[in-house]
């Protein structure tokens, strides 16, 4: 919901970004306020998915230049997990496997570090089992998910809820949710969607970066943007989502080369 | 973030000091001469000599064995000291006798032994330079008929029992390493649990090597007669030093009917520097005989130090019913090099024997798993399971797996699975994307890794087990 007088969570200035030496980010600029829902689209290869993991801080991409506020502080001062714990989220397109390492030790893991950080309890293991058990409620999971590892052998599907899980534990203040909607079926994309929408509050942002406009059938965004070789080239509203499932990509960039 | 990976694994060594004791230290070299120095100095009975003997004349006619996947420049035999003991002072009766510099030694092991073998009820016959200085819980131990003192002590006290047991289960002429230890062992522990006895602790020995290349070769006997069981504990650590130090090490346990012998080793010993300078060669022999009908032994490894391992802790399944484990965990870092597994023999009818393998690789170091599974023609109905897991920290390392699988009765029942994976730097992202750090990361994974072996571990072991292993990767992430 956009409003006048809400607080500034994160605003990117010019950011450009390499990986292995290849330019990705030519100058992206985005203002997120509390409350808010964004919508980034754009062809592959458009920097959609960088831009979600050059905030996180992903070792593989190197900043070299413009700068990024997160409530007003320096974002890229923070090592990565510091910004998590600081309250920025990253919604994985493919969460990786961590064999081994059960998912319920690893989600009250992350859980008491953003406690901690907050200056708030940690709960036990038993207080814990509680907590999450009636998170999981709402998408649906089931609790055989706490006992087996990490993302090992979850289906795409069960993968993505269990994001969505972490978002839900970790309560942050800006989620980006890269490619939530790939390869989930339409009953888990239900879920998942209505998911977030428990998750948004007046005090939270969402930045959702997504191929298709079919996710936001089911999470309506305030803000649509267009991402075109490492710029935001397009920002319209919901509407944009619909034009751009009908004419394409490629009409915006003809409109931009013609701005430039 | 390799880099990150890189440091984890590059915490000094903590435990580098020379502590200032006299010692007794021979000249360097081996001949007959040495041998019979050894045995006159221990005072032993003629029988001792002569298995001595013999053994040094097989040795004299083997060479090191050359198949294992480790490098190293080739030892020379001759400029290895065979015997350092501290000077020879009285009997110790209790541990307030003992060395102040010995137990300052012990402290900064962490191994306040006076406190921590009360605290722990743990029962610790210490080894230092191949001399046991004190053994305690001894009496308490008697009080059920279990012998638990160091094997000098034993050759004199129950010559019947040495007589009969030693090189029993690895014969003087095993192999190159176990026929050198046969002829210049200087001490180790022993330990007897009569028919029918629970040992109430678990029994402990914490060896450590303190001379400047003096070879070191420790023989340890364990007998569980019929009915009885015990838990054995070995944990070791080595000062510093530039020179290689070769450990040969002797183990042989022996299971009557119904008896029961859990073998847990914790290994720390020097591993050389981060270029490969210096370090422990660790050429170790051990071995466990299930003599009786539905014995059993196991083994459970963390090996996490010296330069070179080659140590194959072994089972030969006789007796009917009879069951062998091995659960490993062995971490290399830096040059480090690894050739370790296990032999499971089966010979009795309905033996079953379980191998759980887990390699750790960081660094530029080289990780291997060998182990043979053996079905004799006699052993039917036998089932083996093995499953040898590799993880890679880094791309420098290395892992390997080379299991050897001969069967020779039709009604046998073997598997085997392997896996190799690798701490990448999506893993350690994603955890950092959650607000876990590196550190806490890598140690979370190592330990879901190694979960089934740590599990095997007696608590306490398995707490410090868990540090070492943290203690050992720290910095290699950061």
Not at chain 1, 22 to 39: Q, S, W, Y
Request: charged share 20%; aromatic share 8%.
């Amino acid at each position: 919901m956009i409003r006048q007088d809400s607080k500034t969570l994160l605003e990117v200035r010019g950011l450009r970004a390499t990986v292995n030496g290849i330019e990705i980010l030519k100058g992206m600029d985005l203002t997120v306020k509390a409350g808010e829902v964004h919508a980034i689209m754009g062809p592959n290869g458009s920097g959609k998915s960088t831009f979600a993991k050059v905030l996180a801080g992903h070792p593989a991409y190197v900043v070299t230049g413009g700068s990024v506020l997160f409530e007003g502080k320096d974002l890229f001062a923070l090592a990565p997990e510091e910004r998590a714990r600081a309250g920025l989220f990253l919604g994985f397109q493919y969460p990786i496997e961590i064999p081994g390492v059960a998912n319920a030790q690893f989600l009250r893991l992350a859980y008491n570090t953003v406690q901690t950080q907050r200056g708030k309890d940690e709960l036990d293991p038993l207080e814990f089992d509680d907590f999450v058990r009636e998170k999981m409620k709402l998408l649906e999971m089931n609790p055989d998910f706490l006992d087996r590892s990490v993302n090992e052998g979850f289906s795409g599907g069960e993968k993505k809820r269990n994001e969505i899980l972490q978002m839900a534990l970790l309560e942050p203040r800006v989620a980006i949710l890269d490619e939530t909607d790939s390869g989930l079926d339409i009953d888990a994309l239900r879920i998942v969607a209505g998911g977030v929408n428990q998750l948004a509050n007046k005090d939270n942002a969402i930045v959702l970066v997504t191929h298709y406009q079919r996710l936001l059938n089911y999470i309506e965004p305030d803000y649509v943007h267009v991402t075109e070789a490492g710029r935001i080239v397009k920002t319209g509203p919901k509407s944009l989502a619909l034009e751009l499932e009908s004419r394409g990509y490629d009409w915006v960039s003809a409109a931009a080369g013609a701005a430039a | 973030m390799s880099s990150i990976l890189q440091n984890l694994v590059n915490k000094p060594y903590e435990h580098g000091f020379v502590t200032d004791i006299e010692s007794d230290t021979a000249a360097k070299g081996l001949s007959e001469a040495t041998i019979r120095m050894i045995s006159a100095k221990k005072n032993e009975p003629a029988w001792l000599l002569e298995f001595r003997l013999k053994a040094y004349a097989h040795w004299l006619t083997m060479t090191p064995p050359a198949w294992a996947n480790v490098h190293y420049p080739p030892v020379d035999f001759q400029a290895i000291s065979y015997y350092s003991a501290p000077k020879p002072k009285k009997k110790l009766a209790s541990m307030d006798e003992v060395d102040p510099e010995l137990l300052k030694t012990f402290e900064k092991l962490g191994v306040p032994m006076n406190e921590r073998a009360k605290l722990a009820g743990v029962a610790v016959d210490v080894i230092f330079d191949s001399v046991s200085v004190a053994t305690t819980y001894k009496a308490k131990l008697a009080e059920v008929g279990i012998i638990f003192c160091s094997i000098s002590e034993a050759v004199h006290e129950h010559p019947e029992l040495i007589q009969k047991y030693l090189g029993s289960v690895v014969p003087v002429g095993d192999n190159f390493y176990a026929a050198l230890n046969s002829a210049v062992f200087t001490d180790g522990s022993f330990c007897f649990i009569p028919k029918g006895v629970k040992c109430p602790m678990d029994l402990s020995t914490y060896f450590r090597i303190n001379t400047e290349s003096s070879g070191q070769f420790e023989r340890t006997l364990i007998i569980a007669e019929d009915g009885a069981s015990v838990s054995y504990l070995e944990g070791c650590t080595a000062p510093k030093f530039d020179s290689n130090q070769l450990h040969a090490a002797v183990v042989e346990l022996v299971a009557l009917d119904n008896a029961d012998i859990k073998y847990s080793t914790v290994q720390n010993w020097y591993a050389g520097d981060e270029n490969g300078v210096g370090g422990i060669y660790n050429f170790v022999t051990k071995r466990g005989l299930c003599k009786g009908v539905n014995s059993r032994i196991s083994w459970t490894q963390v090996e996490t130090g010296s330069a070179i391992t080659w140590k194959y802790p072994s089972c030969v399944l006789r007796g009917e019913n009879s069951v062998g484990e091995f659960y490993s965990v062995a971490l290399t870092n830096h040059h480090q090099q690894a050739d370790t597994g296990t032999k499971m023999i089966h010979i009795g009818k309905n033996t079953r024997s379980k191998i759980v393998s887990k390699g750790i690789s960081a660094g530029v170091s080289s990780n291997s798993y060998r182990g043979l599974v053996r079905i004799a023609p006699t052993a039917a109905g036998a089932r083996n399971y093995s499953q040898c897991d590799s993880m890679l920290i880094g791309d420098k390392c290395s892992a390997n797996t080379f299991p050897y699988i001969d069967v020779r009765n039709p009604g046998a029942q073997v598997e085997h699975e392997a896996s190799t994976s690798k701490i990448g730097e999506d893993q350690l992202f994603y955890f950092a994307q959650r607000g876990i750090g590196a550190e806490e990361a890598v140690s979370m994974i190592i330990n879901g890794f190694c979960k089934d072996v740590f599990q095997q571990l007696p608590m306490e072991f398995a707490v410090e087990a868990t540090k070492l292993l943290g203690v050992k990767l720290e910095g290699s992430v950061g």
